[in-house]
């Protein structure tokens, strides 16, 4: 009788995306829209100027400004209005060998669609999304 190996678990590398768009905190929400639109995206991660997480910005944020009070509140003219004014943080991160079981918790935790994956330099290196678990649940694992 043999006995059949077991499974290894799925770490979150094994289903992030890797390489995620990003924008910085100093471009434009127009800016930030456009990329999500042309990416057919629903979030990005936000970086500084050393390509560091600092946040993200996403349809929710940018539904958000489309609230005539809101936008009024940040600046005369809307379209001047910067990503780092607007973005959700602290961002939600995890580390990519967590296993996804932890992952799917802290989203539900912190009430989030994506985690950013970041390295030891707190840059972010991949992005999982609540589509990434849907994917592998359709593909039956």
Known sequence: MTTAKPTPPIRVADLMT?????????????FAETVLRDFRITGLPVVDDSARLVGVFSET?????????????????????????????PPVTVDSLASIE????????????????IDHDNRPIGVLSATDFVRLVADGR
């Not at 932890?102 to 994956?117: D, I, T, Y």
């Open 61 to 89: 944020d940018s539904l958000f400004l489309k609230i005539p009070s809101m936008s009024r509140l940040l600046r005369s003219n809307p379209g001047e209005t910067r990503v780092g004014e607007v973005m959700s943080q």
């Open 18 to 30: 890797r390489g995620p768009i990003v924008v910085r905190d100093s471009d434009s929400v127009a």
């Open 102 to 117: 932890a992952a799917a918790a802290s989203m539900l935790e912190h009430a989030v669609h994506r985690l950013v994956v």
